[in-house]
């Protein structure tokens, strides 16, 4: 089925550092949102987009929904430790068909 | 107010047995899932619930089968595990199909 192309596959920075990740695919989706979960535990939703180029930010987190409709990405300003972990992208069609893409595992140096 | 509870937490089968992962949800959601996250991959979903007694199959289906007598549970089976089917499932609930998924903290299955 149709995946979704996450990049970067792993990053690591330094704390106080911005992060970049995006997420590209061949198809069109109505929803973009992004995940991070942390070891052991299930996926929490970070920041949901429904509008081709919107712009929405949770805290430090800002990601943005392509004019395209065929990519998103997600930046982390000033990274801390915390932010440690898996970060998931997911594209939503109309009909519940819901793809994820293979995460962008993050890991912050002190 | 549990959220999303899995049951077991880990579980080693040996192939072609058989054994249910439990989910259960107390947030009165009407639409369940059931994922499976594989090293590489994004998380796949396998069947989803829009309420109790409606089921349906997902992106990778084969190999398991589920039910929703109620709102509250939506269990997982396989009949006869497959060391492919080795992975991490996870449960998630949502008010409706569109809304926000909460997931449960995953189930490590292997099969050997």
């Known amino acids: 089925g149709q995946q979704l192309n996450q990049s970067p596959q792993s990053m690591f920075i330094q704390e106080g550092e911005d992060v970049s990740m995006n997420c590209t695919s061949s198809?069109?989706?109505?929803?973009w949102l992004w995940y991070k979960q942390d070891p052991g535990e299930g996926p929490v939703l970070l920041i949901a987009l429904y509008k081709a180029g919107e712009l929405t930010s949770n805290g430090r987190l800002t990601a943005q929904f392509g004019i395209t409709r065929k990519d998103s990405f997600l930046n982390i300003s000033a990274s801390i430790p915390s932010d440690v972990g898996i970060y998931f992208c997911a594209g939503r069609r109309n009909n519940n068909d819901m793809r994820f893409g293979a995460g962008t595992r993050l890991t912050v140096k002190p | 107010n549990a959220g999303v509870t899995q049951t077991p937490k880990f579980q080693v089968l040996k192939t072609g047995q058989s054994m249910t992962l439990q989910c259960a949800q107390d947030m009165n959601h009407e639409y369940m899932s059931w994922y499976r996250q594989d090293p590489g991959m994004g998380l796949r979903l396998i069947h989803y619930?829009?309420?109790?007694?409606?089921?349906d199959q997902g992106e990778v289906p084969n190999g398991y089968n589920v039910s929703r007598s109620t709102t509250e549970d939506f269990p997982l089976r396989l009949l006869s595990a497959a060391p492919s089917q080795t992975s991490v499932y996870f449960c998630a609930s949502s008010r409706d199909r569109l809304t926000e998924q909460y997931f449960g903290p995953g189930t490590r299955l292997t099969v050997t």
């Open positions: 619930s829009v309420g109790a007694g409606i089921t």
């Open positions: 198809s069109i989706f109505n929803t």
